[in-house]
């Protein structure tokens, strides 16, 4: 069962960028579909970005297309999210989670690992 870690959150002003990383543990972490999530206070849990196993497909919320970037390092068991030109409205806890799925999923439901989660809040 993969156990997922996240670090990286932090206070950054609108138009800054943060990296965050999500180190797995477990089970073999290239046999997982990774994703990111966020959660804002008042608000469901909404999708971010999700990666292939092998790296070589991704895909983004509308929202943040063109600003944020998945990737992973299977060597290193670990995903990451890079997140540029940050606006208020990305202020959220962000969630690494884990899916078994062979195919790239944005429903929460198809992940059945998730992190504790790493506050991220931009300030305008």
């Known amino acids: 069962q993969a156990q997922l870690v996240e670090s990286g959150g932090g206070l950054v002003q609108a138009g800054g960028s943060l990296r965050l990383s999500c180190a797995a543990s477990?089970?073999?972490?290239?046999?997982?579909?990774m994703g990111w999530f966020r959660q804002a206070p008042g608000k469901e849990r909404e999708f971010v970005a999700a990666i292939s196993r092998g790296g070589d497909s991704s895909r983004y919320a509308d929202s943040v297309q063109g600003r944020f970037t998945i990737s992973r390092d299977n060597a290193k068991n670990t995903v990451y999210l890079q997140m540029n030109s940050l606006q208020p409205e990305d202020t959220a806890v962000y969630y690494c989670?884990?899916?078994?799925?062979?195919?790239?999923?944005?429903?929460?439901?198809?992940?059945?690992?998730w992190g504790q989660g790493t506050q991220v809040t931009v300030s305008s």
């Open positions: 477990g089970r073999t972490f290239s046999m997982y579909t």
């Open positions: 989670a884990a899916s078994t799925r062979w195919t790239i999923v944005a429903e929460t439901t198809q992940y059945a690992h």
